[in-house]
């Protein structure tokens, strides 16, 4: 499973188009930790590629949008 189908299934949508479609025109998305084995999530600004994880303590965190090809 990747990332973005990671953040899909805990924020609970299972098509990618539906989860797009329900932040595209928020300020903020659900971002995600790209470290593996880490799963932490947050609220992200959509165009976010270097959020802070608090449980790895890096800047790891991808907006979804990011990782959606969106922006």
Same mark, same amino acid.
């Given at each position: 499973?990747?990332?973005?189908?990671?953040?899909?299934? *805990?924020?609970?949508?299972?098509?990618?188009?539906?989860?797009?479609?329900?932040?595209?025109?928020?300020?903020?998305? #659900?971002?995600? !930790?790209?470290? #593996?084995? !880490?799963?932490?999530?947050?609220?992200?600004?959509?165009?976010?590629?270097?959020?802070?994880?608090?449980? !790895?303590?890096?800047?790891?965190?991808?907006?979804?949008? *990011?990782?959606?090809?969106? *922006?």
């Amino acid at each position: 499973m990747n990332k973005l189908e990671k953040l899909m299934e *805990i924020e609970g949508f299972e098509d990618s188009l539906e989860f797009m479609g329900a932040y595209i025109t928020d300020s903020v998305s #659900p971002g995600i !930790c790209k470290n #593996p084995g !880490c799963d932490y999530t947050i609220e992200v600004e959509l165009d976010q590629t270097k959020g802070w994880c608090e449980d !790895c303590n890096t800047q790891s965190v991808v907006s979804g949008m *990011i990782l959606a090809g969106v *922006i």
